[in-house]
């Protein structure tokens, strides 16, 4: 396989008749800090592969519950670009290998109403979950800036066609027998508003991309 990826990279740089250029990039935005390795064998074309990583904690309030929620975002990119001017404008198209997901973990602090029932903290115990994406491969398309200079700014504004995130919630209530039955479909009627609640949203089947980067060539 990557013979063949090698041979199919110098045929190209034969074809194009140009002085390839291989990069190295540090990017950060809204799919994280990262680097990233890029080849542009021609004045009109480049390639780049890269991956990015942040995580951080937050609160946030869903359907009346607050929830600590800690974002984790983990991706990967394949990207071609086309540079129809020959510089440092181009379009982008390719792949994201999407892993991005965030943990909750309910702040029970008080009563808190799951379906349409209220509940003590003793009662729910714990509540916890994840929202995730259930395609790990997800098409790319954007635009963006970066040249052939030794050492060259770089910009990126693009889409991710990520589809709708996933919601799950367990419940770790010590409730037995019937109480604990209703807690668990209570528990899922609460998931089900949430994740209606996002698709209700249809902006959310989209991951913006705005990122800045610096990159030195060889």
Known sequence: MLKRY????????????AHAQVGISVRAGTLGVGGELSLRPSRYLGLRAGGNYFSTTR???????????TPKLQNGTAIVDLHPFGGSFHLSGGMVWNSNQGAVQAE???PITIGPQVYQPAEVGELQGTVKYNDRYAPYAGLGFGGRGRVSFLFDLGVVFSGFPQVSLTGGSSLTGTAKTVFDQNVQQEVAEIQAEIESRRY???TP??????RVGF
């Open 6 to 17: 090698a041979v199919a990279v110098a045929g190209l740089m034969i074809a194009t008749g």
């Open 59 to 69: 609160s946030a309030t869903i359907e009346g519950i607050a929830y600590q929620i």
């Open 108 to 110: 029970l602090t008080g």
């Open 204 to 206: 959310f089947k989209y």
């Open 209 to 214: 991309v705005v990122s800045f980067g610096l």
